[in-house]
């Protein structure tokens, strides 16, 4: 089946300008999480929802970043005000509720800010 | 805090030879996960193994084994017969077992870029 798919694959921003990445997760999964990977931070967790709620957000690095979750199903990570160190991957992953440690990947989303 | 600690940076190895990466991590728990993802150039993170922390047996996937060594809290991935498509950077995770808490959570080391030299 369909796996977890990511929009834009690639996106190149000016700093200041806000930007929305999408992640699509497999289909039945409840769970989804966005991850970040930096070439100073390594991959780090930013934010986990169950369903349309996201009971932790603690990886979430500044209030310019917020993401939300409808219908169950699609995601939206909002960075607002880019900066040129939000310059990293970002990585979505699904999975079933009751199967956190199985949790596959999208193919990410290079964010570059100018 | 867990941490995971991956202390070769890059690893090469012969096509059709055995190669062995090293993972140590940190933890207080006794209940938890621990993982190795492949990812390759296209930025896929793929699944390889995994293994819980209360079996004993090491996880084997094929070509892909484990060296669990619970009370070192090291687990070392070990690839047997390198293919040129084993090429890629393989990450370490742990997360936690139990229930409640963060147990959803994965927690990286910084990875090993593995070469497959023909």
């Known amino acids: 089946g369909a796996g977890v798919s990511q929009s834009p694959s690639n996106k190149v921003t000016e700093k200041g300008k806000d930007v929305e990445l999408r992640c699509d997760p497999i289909s039945g999964h409840t769970a989804l999480y966005w991850y970040r990977q930096s070439l100073g931070q390594g991959l780090e967790f930013l934010i986990y929802f169950q369903g349309n709620s996201a009971p932790d957000k603690s990886g979430l690095p500044s209030d310019r970043f917020s993401a939300e979750r409808t219908g169950g199903s699609v995601s939206t990570l909002t960075i607002q005000r880019t900066q040129q160190e939000d310059s990293a991957v970002y990585l979505c992953a699904s999975s079933f509720l009751d199967r956190t440690y199985e949790q596959y990947f999208g193919p990410g989303t290079r964010l570059t800010v100018t | 805090a867990q941490t995971v600690t991956q202390s070769q940076p890059e690893m090469s190895v012969q096509e059709a030879e055995t190669v062995t990466l090293s993972c140590t991590y940190d933890t207080s728990e006794s209940d938890y996960y621990l993982f190795w993802y492949k990812q390759p150039p296209s930025r896929q993170m793929i699944l390889v193994i995994r293994?819980?922390?209360?079996?004993?047996q090491n996880a084997t996937e094929n070509r892909f084994s484990v060296n669990f060594q619970k009370a070192a809290k090291s687990f070392s991935l070990k690839i047997s017969d390198s293919q040129l498509g084993d090429a890629a950077m393989y990450f370490c995770a742990y997360r936690s077992g139990g229930s409640g808490g963060s147990n959803y959570k994965l927690t990286f080391g910084k990875g090993t870029l593995l070469t497959v030299n023909p």
């Open positions: 293994q819980e922390a209360y079996k004993q």
